[in-house]
């Protein structure tokens, strides 16, 4: 079935050292996003895609930064993890981005930061 | 920035009874598009509904139906039948016409389903 993939489902890693998360989706869209999930929060957008260009939200911190080396895949880099990153990271993608479309998410990765 | 309000963090219903889960949001703008979204244990987020602001007729899918309130901004999920497999988290979400890629989501609401 087509679907958005994250690997891997759950990421452990230290405090201060660099961690990669991946998405991967067999949907053909554009747009590919990033959202941060705090534990009862509400999720967060970080950064999309559309297509190759790269779109920061404003109060994305520079820790995080994001790749996109072709249309089914995109990664989450961590620079510098630190305590307060730890969360659900949730990759969605849309077809074209347009502001009516539904986005299609993945089942997200945990990410624990000892 | 809009904001969006699920004031029950946790739910309980009884199988094959109806539930209701309130949502309300806060903005300026009137054109607008809501959204239900679905995400059961351990799994993907997936829609369940989605409502056009400009549209007054409440959508419906199947056993899953709104009460869409523009002037009160209020969206209320109402399940109906409820099953065991609507056990899950629901996130109320809100998407500008106009800006477009940045989704608001509420806090959730986690259903439990009594059999």
């Known amino acids: 079935d087509a679907m958005v993939i994250q690997n891997p489902r759950y990421q452990v890693t230290q405090f201060g050292k660099p961690v990669t998360l991946s998405c991967s989706q067999t949907l053909n869209h554009n747009v590919m996003y990033w959202y941060q999930q705090k534990s009862s929060q509400a999720p967060k957008l970080l950064f999309h895609y559309y297509d190759k260009d790269f779109n920061n939200e404003a109060d994305t911190p520079d820790n995080f930064q994001s790749r996109r080396p072709n249309t089914s895949f995109c990664f989450l880099d961590i620079r510098s993890p630190g305590l307060g990153d730890a969360a659900m990271y949730l990759c969605?993608?849309?077809?074209?981005?347009?502001?009516?479309?539904?986005?299609?998410f993945g089942p997200g990765t945990r990410l624990l930061v000892l | 920035a809009q904001t969006v309000t699920q004031s029950q963090p946790e739910m309980s219903v009884q199988e094959a009874e109806t539930v209701t889960l309130s949502c309300t949001y806060d903005?300026?703008?009137?054109?607008?598009?809501l959204f239900w979204y679905k995400q059961p244990p351990s799994r993907q987020m997936i829609l369940v509904i989605r409502q056009e602001a400009y549209k007054q007729q409440n959508a419906t899918e199947n056993r899953f139906s709104v009460n869409f309130q523009k002037a009160a901004k209020s969206f209320s999920l109402k399940i109906s039948d409820s099953q065991l497999g609507d056990a899950a988290m629901y996130f109320c979400?809100?998407?500008?016409?106009?800006?477009?890629?940045?989704?608001?989501f509420g806090t959730g609401t986690s259903l439990t389903v009594i059999p």
């Open positions: 979400a809100y998407r500008s016409a106009k800006t477009g890629n940045q989704f608001y």
């Open positions: 903005t300026s703008e009137s054109d607008y598009y």
């Open positions: 969605a993608t849309s077809r074209f981005g347009g502001t009516q479309e539904t986005q299609y």
